[in-house]
DNA sequence: ACTAGGACGGTCATACTGCG
DNA sequence: CGCAGTATGACCGTCCTAGT
């Protein structure tokens, strides 16, 4: 038996000595910890190498995708965890290293990090990484093939493809209801009337361009993620579906997704407190948020205080020195005084007798003699000096405090009735400004919006006593036993640590209590939910997607919770889309990875239709676009004819086109705005921005904020310009299909092997 | 076209604080 | 003193815009 530590349980202390005395066993410890240290600098890494010193032991990288960016895209900086890696295989030279993942290497400069291999450096063929990895581009596929095999041959590399034999994929689309249709359509259009009102908010306030471009940024991303939640909460009621479905055909079913909406719903709960009428919905309080924060208002009048006059005398030394310029200004001939708008400081100043060395010697402004200095006055606006006698009327009370005189007094009510003006003006135009956004938000909160989908499933399947979740997160809503309302709980409670909620849950699915696992990235580390011969539960698993994961290694990491090896059965994979056309750009992405790995394809080809008929993040992708957008704007024919339209009726076509213009324009595609620097906006009024002509990722997040009819139709056209492509492509036999399997009917050796 | 820079959501490790 | 909960910050991945 090996004791196992957990090395982030541990002090930074050294891990042989008395006080913590681990002299053998094994040392776990995640990829954080690696890159952890304590505030006095005391690293984790440099404690492990401590305690390893000339250690012939064993190393193993597990899930060793995570350092995959040591070797970055040009353009960005390695990851600490990748360094982190490295250093460690530098520092331990004679340890044994294993590298264990279940997605390997998606891409050959995900291997950076994998320096035992010997594939480079000294004595290979490649000097370094980089030789390698350009080798392998410009190889391709075909070039990879040949390093895993010789990598194999050489006894360095085992493969164990768990058969996907038995699993089954099920792309299931589902359509939007009507109710949600609606819903769409709705939200739609108030993100196109925001962005109008937005626009002319910012113009109205003045707003700074760096401030703008900063609003336009958060906007379109708020976008995008607000549409997002919406296509997640549209598939809830299929998951119901599905999961209601599998129970009656006695199965079990784990949901997989990826965001959890827990800093929307903590959010909302520190906002309204912890009993709420309804589930907390994401995309509204998104979009609260965004309108609260960014919404640009006019500049805020200064406030006037009580003692506005002292403040302003105090506040005007600037009105002082202009004095004595102006006045200095006057001693030289006089050809710019009467230029300047000084009516009042003129007359004021004509009146007043020239007394140039008034500053040094204390005299009377008035009777312009300094005897009875004492009972000189001294103005805190313009500095002169007056006796209180000679005053009208006579200053009988002194103050000690800031007095000034009749002119300045006059001159600063003057002003404060000018200000006053002009306060006013700005509170109007600030109090108007203030009255649209609230008119705003209370148009958010009248939105019909769907609540956050992961509280909204469990509610569904029966509340948290029939669904384990298994997330990062802290707390939940729950409906309150009266079925009025909702509460929030920590998801932790007396019996269970917040370390071992995720363990806890897993085992009573697991144990077949709970018949639902809900899953996210957090809880994907090392959680297993396959259909265990060990485990009570021995269910077949529905592992329903309702998210797909960025990225294909996730993706693949996600499908492996549920299908691992010991099983008594395959689980059923449902990946679930909806039929926007906006967001098959994520089956798009992972499609490629997928596709790449080999894992759907290859895995089982008779599981339906391949995901990569998705992949549109192409150089056919790129032309297609680059076609649908010149069509559009009508420079250039169309090479197919839009869904809907007929090539015998021209005027369906144009129909179709403008209004595909105007769908690109509410979601910003088409400029219509002065966003640029003024010299381009002209240039720009009305037309595609160059970088978004290439740009197959932005159009189809952007598709996403339009409603559901335009969007899929623009899609539909657009899919088709890009299948006209690859067919074209295909016949002219220079398609990169990627591996294929070549069948012979008979296969002769020509030569004996070398 | 490509790069730089900023914002956000999510996860995790660590240090701090209050309570029995 | 140990324990649980909270605050903070680093890291990572993703997106957007502007500038060269």
Redesign the pocket.
Known sequence: PFVVHA???L??SKLDSKSVGIREGVVF?????L??????GRS?LHQLVQWCSNFDGLIIFDECH?A??LV??????P??????VLDIQARLPEARVIYCSATGASEPRNMGYMIRLGLWGPGTSFAEFNDFLATMDKGGVGALELVAMDMKARGMYVCRTLSYKGAEFEIVEVPLDSKMTDMYEKSAAFWAELRVELLSAATFSGME??A???L??????????FFQHICMSAKVPAVIKLASQAFMEDKCVVIGL???????TEEAVSKYGIELDDFVSGPRE?LL?FVE?NYPLPAMPEPVAVDGLEEIQRKRPSATSETSLARRARKVPKWNAESEDESEWQSETDTEPDTESDDEFQICTICNSGEDRKKLLQCSCCHHYFHSSCLVPPVVEESGKDWSCDSCKEKTTEYLRAKEVYDKELQQRYDGALERKVKILNLIKSLDLPNNPLDDIIDQLGGPDKVSEI????GMLVRSAGGKGVVYH?R???DV??EMVNMHEKQLFMDGKKLVAII????S?GVSLQADRRALNQKRRVHITLEL???AE?AIQQFGRTHRSNQASAPEYRLLFTNLGGER?FAS?VAKRLESLGALTQGDRRAGPSLSAYNYDSSYGKKALVMLYKGLMEQEPLPVVPPGCSSEKPETIDDFTLKGRAALVSV?IIRDSI???GKDSARILGRIV??????V??FL??LLGLPPDIQNRLFELFTSIFDLYIRNARLEGNLDSGIVDMKASTIEMQNAPK
């Not at 160059?690 to 740009?695: F, N, Q, Y």
């Open positions: 090395l982030n349980k002090p930074y410890l995640t990829y954080n910890s890159i952890a240290s304590s505030e006095k984790r995570k995959k960016n970055p895209e040009a353009g960005s900086q990851t600490k965890t990748g360094e982190a361009k760096s703008s471009s900063q336009w940024r958060l906007y379109w991303s708020s976008h995008q993620r990826q965001s959890t909406g827990e800093a929307r998104l948020k924060e997330t990062g997160r802290r920590t932790n409670t007396k640590t917040m996210s990235e957090a809880g580390a994961p960025w990225s996730r750009r992405i910003g966003l640029g620097n160059d970088s978004d002509m290439h740009d990722g932005r997040n952007r």
